[in-house]
């Protein structure tokens, strides 16, 4: 990673000067975000980081004494060409020469592995990691919400991948419950066996709606619930038309998430774990965990004091499971099957008390790896309406941003004819969706609006797609051979260089969002290199210049594109080629 290089380089003459070890000194050399005020220096090393008291201890006209005098025992050499010093801070600005050619042979040569290879990550150890996302329940909606997951958990999944890991990811359906009690008994009133085959999720879906209406009445319910113990005693009849209901949804789940570029390594769900939530169940009671309430429910006490001030139920009355017993078996099972180091689950914060009860379950029955499990939380989406109204499936999400994007490619005066506009319409909408839901952090909600997603310009998905597009328009107008002995020592230009100290920046983004899972710093990064690009191509142009500096500057560009796609694909957006 060039960037390493360049933070080794800079270490090791710091640590000469502070007797330090430079391994220690890496962490607290970061690069320069690029800014307003060009002609800023390329990597930072802050004081603060080195002094053994907390930095707030120190004032800052003192930090600032101490950067100036360490600032005067460091030399410029052949990879550090300027010394400064800014509040707390010691600035080194790179030989120009060397910053372009080393950023540039580094991007070019790792491809889709720039960044991931960085020494930042050297501590980190490889691991298996399940991820569990998505997880709609059958013949209900498949609300926004379950969008957020889907493309949350294909994000997390996408980043650890990327960085050495093995992951499995689960999708974990809601394919098991009550529900399903009324299901059965709303589908020998109402179903459609034709209807279940052609349009499962939308057949189901009404069915629910039908029985639910007609559920007021006692003898509905108890149809319902003789149903479901049937399902529950496996009754042939009972689990073959369930079968039915889960095998359909499942395959037109499959069509749907591959609109969406996500796949699954297992489809799992509460079904698998009826029986062995009773062994949960004996479990909790032989370690001494279960208690009777005098309702006849099951619980298990988890306050302080053991006064049942904040309690667990896990079993009903009658005996039947609840999705917390499944979700304690299912726990279990994963580190029985895949022996993980991480298990991440994505669901909206509503959930956050039922996985703070999990966690807390597992860890008295004496479970340790329950602190390496995760809840990763997501805020709630305000607004998401489609012409046809009220989002009741993702397919209509998808269906409504491709004809929005269609629309809005066919009345722009830049659109060129492209091969297949219909599939580009649906990767640049699904990199609209994408990028707004991304941009902020997780946990916190937002408005979801239309014609801000798809804007052109300014900070959207359709920017980045855009951008990509035109770069790449750029390498094939101008042969599209990759670029190799170029001499790019030329690229000296102000606009040159904010993207080349961008382009070097990007392994401590990958860094940040794979310590806190936030997808929110890759996407400012690429829409400010979306913006640099913007500006460059403006005023660094090919075409006119001389050979030299033509080829220096699609060196440039090919490296820009190479590493917005990169980021692009993390974030589960496929680039399009034109626009």
Not at 117 to 126: A, D, H
Not at 153 to 166: S, W
Not at 318 to 331: C, F, M, P
Not at 485 to 500: F, G, K, R, W
Request: glycine share 6%.
């Amino acid at each position: 990673m060039a960037a390493c290089a360049f933070r080794r380089s800079i270490a090791h003459q710091l640590s000469e000067v502070l007797d330090l070890a430079p391994e220690n000194l890496m962490k607290s050399i970061s690069a320069v975000p690029v800014s307003r005020k060009r002609h800023n220096a390329d990597f930072q090393f802050s004081i603060a980081s080195i002094e053994e008291g907390s930095s707030s201890d120190y004032i800052a006209q003192d930090l600032q004494l101490r950067a100036q005098k360490l600032a005067e025992k460091l030399k410029c050499d052949a990879v550090v060409s300027e010394i400064s010093t800014g509040p707390g801070t010691v600035n080194f600005t790179i030989n120009r020469e060397l910053l372009a050619k080393t950023v540039l042979q580094q991007v070019l040569k790792d491809g889709t592995r720039y960044g991931t290879k960085s020494e930042l990550f050297s501590t980190v150890p490889k691991q298996k990691a399940v991820v569990e996302f998505s997880s709609p329940n059958i013949a209900k909606k498949f609300h926004i919400g379950h969008l957020r997951s889907t493309i949350i958990g294909n994000f997390i999944a996408n980043l650890k991948v990327a960085l050495g890991h093995e992951v499995t990811r689960i999708n974990y359906l809601g394919d098991w419950g009550m529900q399903f009690g009324l299901l059965g008994v709303g589908f020998q009133r109402f179903g459609d066996k034709e209807k279940l085959k052609s349009s499962p999720l939308q057949h189901l879906f009404e069915v629910y709606v039908q029985i639910n209406k007609a559920a007021a009445d006692e003898n509905t319910k108890k149809l319902a619930k003789d149903f479901f113990k049937k399902l529950e005693e496996h009754d042939e009849q009972a689990l073959s038309l369930w079968k039915e209901f889960r095998d359909f949804s499942i395959k037109e789940y499959t069509r749907i998430y591959k609109r969406l570029g996500v796949h699954f390594d297992e489809y799992s769900g509460e079904s698998f774990y009826q029986e062995k939530s009773q062994e949960v169940l004996k479990m909790l009671e032989d370690k001494g965990l279960l208690q009777k309430t005098t309702k006849g429910t099951g619980v298990v006490d988890l306050s302080e004091k053991k006064d049942l001030s904040s309690l667990s139920t896990v079993i009903r009355s009658d005996g039947t499971s609840l999705y917390i017993t499944r979700d304690l078996a299912a726990a279990i099972d994963r580190m029985n099957k895949y022996n993980w180091d991480t298990m991440i689950y994505v669901t909206d914060r509503n959930q956050s008390s039922h996985f703070q009860h999990l966690f807390q379950i597992l860890k008295l029955m004496g479970y340790d790896w329950v602190g390496r499990c995760q809840h990763v939380s997501f805020g709630l989406v305000q607004g998401m309406k489609t012409r046809k109204g009220e989002v009741v499936f993702l397919e209509d999400v998808l269906d409504e941003v491709r004809s929005r994007m269609l629309e809005n490619m066919a009345s722009a005066k830049t659109t060129k004819e492209v091969e297949d506009p219909v599939e580009t319409a649906e990767k640049v909408g699904l990199a609209a969706l994408i990028i707004q839901d991304f941009r902020g952090l997780l946990s916190s909600d937002y408005q979801f609006s239309w014609d801000r997603a798809l804007q052109s310009r300014g900070d959207t998905g359709v920017f980045l797609q855009y951008t990509h597009a035109r770069l790449h328009s750029l390498e094939r107008m101008h042969g599209n051979e990759p670029v190799t002995d170029v001499n790019v020592a030329c690229l000296q230009e102000p606009d040159a260089i904010s993207i080349l100290q961008h382009l070097l920046r990007y392994d401590e983004v990958l860094y940040r969002s794979s310590q806190d899972l936030q997808p929110k710093h890759i996407v400012s990064y690429l829409l400010t290199l979306s913006h640099l690009a913007a500006v460059a191509h403006r005023t660094l142009p090919v075409k006119g210049s001389t050979p030299a500096l033509a080829q220096a500057r699609l060196c440039l560009f090919q490296a820009t594109r190479s590493v917005l796609a990169n980021g692009m694909k993390l974030l589960g957006i496929t680039p399009v080629t034109q626009m």
